[in-house]
């Protein structure tokens, strides 16, 4: 099953020229008009990738236009076997899903190409999570620590400032490292462009303000305002993998569980305003949700830790 990104030449020899040239156009919108993000353009690229290598492998041939509106509810559902035959999870198959709902959904609002079966289609029953923030105690245990594993000052600082951005802004990783130098606050709050292109104001504490003075202060490499705060050793923009690495080390290191991760910090900023009395709407509004929705369910984590903290409060022992 072909696992390439839709602009590869492996995928396109699975579609014919019209199928190609639809697909590519659906791409261009999710990237120009629906704005996704790199990570999600990926995500959607590896889904659809698979989809179309299904499809070629179970018709025998190159999957075309007519193919593709002429899918039946049991090709659909061959394909979501095919999906749980190879190991994907319930989550991943549900994101497959979506992904080929999204092209659909393209192509009946651009083309007029209709197809009734995948509305027929359920995705597998996800298990309800709550997001897991880290205690306070241990989200300040993190801050403390980052530092340490450092084997240079200025990589100290700098990690030190993004989990400061993650945890004292309630910033998602891919949005502190997309700063420019021109970016860094000089007032109280700081314009952070979120997904979509979204932007939002949002209140920056002293303590973000000096993490980011000091990396800057330590940093041997020339931040230009138009170019990457954050870098790595070579002075390019600093990869997510290299936060999440480190934050891994953290975690081992305080003995902390493996939800504990740099979105983790997010998770705790949102939770944390809210157990101190913070609002809904103004937490919605920092956090660059586009629903309420997305954010009523820190309500869900916060009274699970109320319940918590109650039961060994009161156990019978």
Same mark, same amino acid.
């Given at each position: 099953?072909?696992?390439?990104?839709?602009?590869?030449?492996?995928?396109?020899?699975?579609?014919?020229?019209?199928?190609?040239?639809?697909?590519?156009?659906?791409?261009?919108?999710?990237?120009?008009?629906?704005?996704?993000?790199?990570?999600?353009?990926?995500?959607?690229?590896?889904?659809?990738?698979?989809?179309?290598?299904?499809?070629?492998?179970?018709?025998?041939?190159?999957?075309?236009?007519?193919?593709?509106?002429?899918?039946?509810?049991?090709?659909?559902?061959?394909?979501?076997?095919?999906?749980?035959?190879?190991?994907?999870?319930?989550?991943?198959? $549900?994101?497959?899903?979506?992904?080929?709902?999204?092209?659909?959904?393209?192509?009946?609002?651009?083309?007029?190409?209709?197809?009734?079966?995948?509305?027929?289609?359920?995705?597998?029953?996800?298990?309800?999570?709550?997001?897991?923030?880290?205690?306070?105690?241990?989200?300040?245990?993190?801050?403390?620590?980052?530092?340490?594993?450092?084997?240079?000052?200025?990589?100290?600082?700098?990690?030190?400032?993004?989990?400061?951005?993650?945890?004292?802004?309630?910033?998602?990783?891919?949005?502190?490292?997309? @700063?420019?130098?021109? =970016?860094?606050?000089?007032?109280?709050? @700081?314009?952070?462009?979120?997904?979509?292109?979204?932007?939002?104001?949002?209140?920056?504490?002293? $303590?973000?303000?000096?993490?980011?003075?000091?990396?800057?202060?330590?940093?041997?490499?020339?931040?230009?305002?138009?170019?990457?705060?954050?870098?790595?050793?070579?002075?390019?923009?600093?990869?997510?993998?290299?936060? =999440?690495?480190? @934050?891994?080390?953290?975690?081992?290191?305080?003995?902390?569980?493996?939800?504990?991760?740099?979105?983790?910090?997010?998770?705790?900023?949102?939770?944390?305003?809210?157990?101190?009395?913070?609002?809904?709407?103004?937490?919605?509004?920092?956090?660059?949700?586009?629903?309420?929705?997305?954010? =009523?369910?820190?309500?869900?984590?916060?009274?699970?830790?109320?319940?918590?903290?109650?039961?060994?409060?009161?156990?019978?022992?």
């Amino acid at each position: 099953m072909a696992k390439a990104p839709l602009s590869s030449d492996e995928l396109l020899t699975h579609l014919s020229r019209d199928a190609s040239e639809l697909v590519l156009k659906w791409y261009r919108y999710l990237k120009t008009e629906r704005r996704a993000s790199q990570h999600t353009l990926d995500a959607y690229s590896r889904d659809f990738a698979g989809f179309i290598g299904f499809l070629s492998n179970h018709h025998g041939g190159a999957v075309t236009v007519a193919l593709l509106s002429e899918q039946s509810v049991r090709d659909f559902r061959s394909y979501l076997a095919a999906k749980r035959g190879e190991g994907a999870s319930a989550r991943s198959t $549900a994101r497959a899903l979506s992904t080929v709902r999204n092209f659909y959904r393209f192509i009946a609002r651009t083309e007029g190409i209709e197809n009734d079966a995948i509305k027929a289609i359920q995705g597998p029953k996800l298990p309800h999570r709550v997001p897991r923030p880290l205690t306070e105690d241990s989200a300040r245990a993190v801050m403390d620590t980052i530092g340490e594993l450092a084997d240079e000052d200025w990589i100290a600082a700098r990690d030190t400032a993004i989990i400061a951005l993650l945890y004292g802004c309630g910033l998602r990783i891919a949005e502190a490292l997309s @700063m420019n130098g021109e =970016q860094v606050p000089d007032g109280e709050t @700081m314009r952070i462009v979120g997904k979509r292109e979204k932007e939002r104001i949002v209140p920056v504490l002293p $303590a973000v303000k000096d993490a980011i003075k000091t990396y800057q202060k330590l940093c041997p490499y020339a931040l230009k305002a138009d170019g990457p705060l954050f870098v790595g050793k070579r002075g390019a923009r600093l990869n997510p993998r290299t936060v =999440q690495a480190t @934050m891994q080390k953290v975690r081992a290191l305080l003995g902390l569980p493996e939800s504990a991760t740099p979105h983790a910090l997010r998770h705790s900023f949102a939770t944390h305003l809210l157990s101190r009395g913070g609002d809904l709407r103004t937490i919605q509004e920092l956090l660059g949700h586009a629903d309420l929705k997305a954010t =009523q369910i820190y309500t869900e984590v916060d009274s699970a830790r109320l319940l918590d903290v109650y039961d060994k409060a009161f156990r019978r022992t």
